[in-house]
Each structure stands twice: as structure tokens, then as C-alpha cells.
């Protein structure tokens, strides 16, 4: 199994880092902003893509595995993408000097293939997305985000 790995410094308690990955609303303003369900351990969380044009590209459930304040956000992806489904979604959060310092890990990917590919980099716009969304109040989710390829 191979894992994509992201890290990112961004200037906010770990608190306010914490709220933009473990509620719906937070989540909406960095990543897409067709976020819903519930954000609690055992709940189920849908994320859907759409172009500006609001045609809908794709999308992923997750069940939420771990909710540790300010530390650490973890979810299992059950639908979507067949690469994607089994897969573990985290985010550990820690503090050193003025920075909340995100790892990011997309784990358990049964083979590197060439979405895998895309998905880092996409992962690494939304992780500055999520930076920004924090900083300033103003993210880059779906469908207003960083496009990468003919992907998306």
C-alpha cells in the first residue's frame, strides 16, 4: 500500500485549525462547498464536486473514525472513486512556533497509479486552500477551486 503525505504551517491556534476539518461548515470553506451529514464519530459525511456550471463531477462518503480536539481528524472514504474506496483520510495537527503544522495523510492506497498522481497535487491545493480558509476567512473550495488538468 502506498499513502500520499502533505504537510502545512498555517498561523491559527490548533483550535480554529481543528474546527475548519471537523465540522460541516468548516469544511465547506476550504475543500467543496457541497459538504453535508454529520461530523461526529460514527456519522457519515458526503462531499460533491461540481463545475462552475453546478454539473456535478463526482464525489466521496466518508464514515468518521476519530475526532480528537486539536489534535487529529480521521475519516474512512466508503463511496466514491474505486481507488479511493477503503482508503483512510487524516489530519494530525500540532503545534511549533506561531504555526498549527497540518500532516496530512491519504493512506492505504492499493496501488500507485496515475490518479494517485493527481490527487497529491489536488490534495497540496486544498491543504492551501484550508491555510487560506483559516488565515483570512476566505478558502478556495469546490467549485471555485485551483484547477490542475482536463482531471479537474
Not at 482508503?87 to 497540518?102: K, M, P, W
Request: with cysteine.
Amino acid at each position: 500500500m502506498v499513502d500520499i503525505v502533505q504537510r502545512v504551517g498555517i498561523r491559527a491556534p490548533a483550535a480554529k485549525v481543528y474546527a475548519a476539518l471537523a465540522t460541516i461548515d468548516g469544511l465547506a470553506g476550504w475543500w467543496t462547498k457541497t459538504t453535508t451529514g454529520t461530523s461526529k464519530v460514527g456519522g457519515t459525511m458526503a462531499f460533491r464536486f461540481q463545475q462552475p456550471s453546478g454539473e456535478e463531477i463526482g464525489g466521496f462518503d466518508m464514515d468518521v473514525l476519530e475526532l480528537v480536539p486539536d489534535q487529529k481528524v480521521r475519516w474512512r472514504v466508503k463511496s466514491g472513486p474505486d481507488e479511493w474506496v477503503g482508503t483512510d483520510i487524516e489530519f494530525l495537527l500540532s503545534r511549533q512556533d506561531d504555526y498549527t503544522i497540518v500532516i496530512f495523510g491519504h493512506r492505504k492506497w492499493r496501488e500507485e497509479v496515475e490518479f494517485m498522481a493527481h490527487c497529491s497535487t489536488k490534495w497540496a491545493t486544498f491543504l492551501l486552500s484550508l491555510r487560506d480558509f483559516v488565515e483570512t476567512g476566505k478558502g478556495q473550495p469546490a467549485p471555485a477551486d485551483l484547477k490542475i488538468s482536463n482531471w479537474h
